[in-house]
Structure formats: structure tokens, C-alpha cells
């Protein structure tokens, strides 16, 4: 039983427009090039894809009276004068990161500790701005 129809790419690549205009308006498509394979699909199947991939934050108040703001999983810690402001810092900083394990998606992906973030990362990149990103982001407030 075959589980997925596989192009061809050279198929794929003669009817390049067809083949775009199949994956928008018809789901995803898996092609074969050489011993290669891979996937192609929209921005709206790649976000349903990922969308359970969301953080948890947990949040402190300083003793001066600032927000410190910290992910579980994740190297970022932020703080800001409010809770408001610290989450901007934390989007802001996912979205940064993202774009470093992508610069660097090699290394990244092939590293225990980090290859395990790549889903995480894909729901980052697929956000159309930061507030989308921010919507990710589930804060709690930490116990002191």
C-alpha cells in the first residue's frame, strides 16, 4: 500500500506554476529528486501543522519592582518594567532565535538539545507579525 503519492521533480519542474497552484488550492505534495525527498504545502497547512507547538512562560516580579520573564525549554529570559513589556522582549527574542537556527539550521537540527526545538521554531516563522507571536506565548506567574 502506498501511503503518500511522490512527483517526480522533474515533472514538478516543468509544470512548476500547475504545481503551486495544486498545493494552494489542494494540500500538500511530495516530491522525489533523485534520492531526495520533500514537501511542499501552504502557509495555512504549515500553521494547522504547528499550532500545538506553543511556550510556557513563567513570570517573577523583581524587588524593583520590574518583571523578569522566562521560558520553560528555552534559553530566553527577559525583563522589563512590565509584564506587557517583558513578553514583547520574549516574542521578540523567539523570533530572533528562530532566525539564528535557521541561519544556522545544520547545526541546530543535528544537535540533541536543540534539534527538538524545530517544531517550535517553524510555528515562530509562520507568524505574520510579532502579536502573532506573542499569542504563542502562555505566562504564568512563578513561584518565589
Known sequence: MIVQVVLNATDVGRHWSQFNDDVIRNGPRFVKRNRDRWAALNSEHLKEAFSEYTFNAVYFVEEDGSITVSMDDFDI?????TKDEAIDLLANGLIVYAHEYMDNFNLYFHSPNQREHFKFIMNVLNQ?????????????????
Not at 529570559?77 to 518594567?81: A, H, I, P, R, T
Not at 510579532?130 to 499569542?135: A, D, I, L, Q, S
Open 128 to 144: 505574520d507579525n510579532v502579536e502573532n507571536v506573542k499569542e504563542l506565548i502562555e505566562c504564568q506567574v512563578g513561584e518565589t
Open 77 to 81: 529570559v527577559e525583563n522589563g518594567k
